[in-house]
């Protein structure tokens, strides 16, 4: 069965960096686009970006993009997601979730735990 | 940039019909899907590609989308349909998030 495990939570001070796996399971990790969505408290999804895992080719929702770098490992079936000048409204909990049809615009079927990011001095 | 507005709270009796919309501009060009998450829990996939329901998803789940509205409908509500639901697709190569729907099961 896909599963996607995610790393645990982080406390994080302004303007550090944060750096997020999340380790597939279940299927050909290379197959699949890995995006990574977020959800401050309280409020909505957000999303920021994917990966081609096979090609690690990456495309970053304008907002994200550069203070937001998308690898992967393939060797391990793993991708990160690091994030940097972080803020306080950075504070969110972090998912990574694929599209298990191939595209890399489509549905999410399967998603990450979260990782809850605190970011505070 | 394209935007998917959700009203913020719908109320149901048990056993009765949900509606939540979703509306965009030009909707009902592009495919829309449904996402169920639950107090501390990641999002599930409940509708994909406007009306499909995934492996696992009760019958009582239905979607349609047409014009500039996308609806999920929930029939014969239960309370374990409580949970904030977001609708999504994509534009521009963008993905795009609604604002979010609680559903509350009185």
């Known amino acids: 069965q896909v599963q996607l495990v995610q790393s645990g939570a982080e406390v994080k001070k302004p303007g550090a960096s944060l750096k997020v796996s999340c380790k597939a399971s279940g299927y050909t990790f290379t197959d699949y686009y890995m995006h990574w969505v977020r959800q401050a408290p309280g409020q909505g999804l957000e999303w920021m970006g994917w990966i081609n895992p096979n090609s690690g080719g990456t495309n970053y929702a304008q907002k994200f993009q550069g203070r937001v770098t998308m690898t992967r490992d393939t060797s391990i079936s793993t991708a990160y997601m690091e994030l940097s000048r972080l803020r306080s409204d950075d504070t969110a909990v972090y998912y990574c979730?694929?599209?298990?049809?191939?595209?890399?615009?489509?549905?999410?079927?399967?998603w990450g735990q979260g990782t809850l990011v605190t970011v505070s001095s | 940039s394209y935007e998917l507005t959700q009203p913020p709270s719908v109320s149901v009796s048990p056993g009765q019909t949900a509606s939540i919309t979703c509306s965009g501009d030009k909707l009902g060009n592009k495919y829309a899907c449904w996402y169920q998450q639950k107090p501390g829990q990641s999002p599930v996939l409940v509708i994909y590609q406007d009306n499909k329901r995934p492996s696992g998803i009760p019958e009582r789940f239905s979607g349609s989308n047409s014009g500039n509205t996308a609806t999920l409908t929930i029939s014969g509500t239960q309370a374990m349909d409580e949970a904030d639901y977001y609708c999504?697709?994509?534009?521009?190569?963008?993905?795009?998030f609604g604002t979010g729907t609680k559903v509350t099961v009185l």
């Open positions: 999504q697709t994509w534009d521009s190569s963008t993905n795009v």
């Open positions: 979730t694929i599209a298990a049809d191939g595209s890399y615009m489509s549905h999410f079927d399967y």
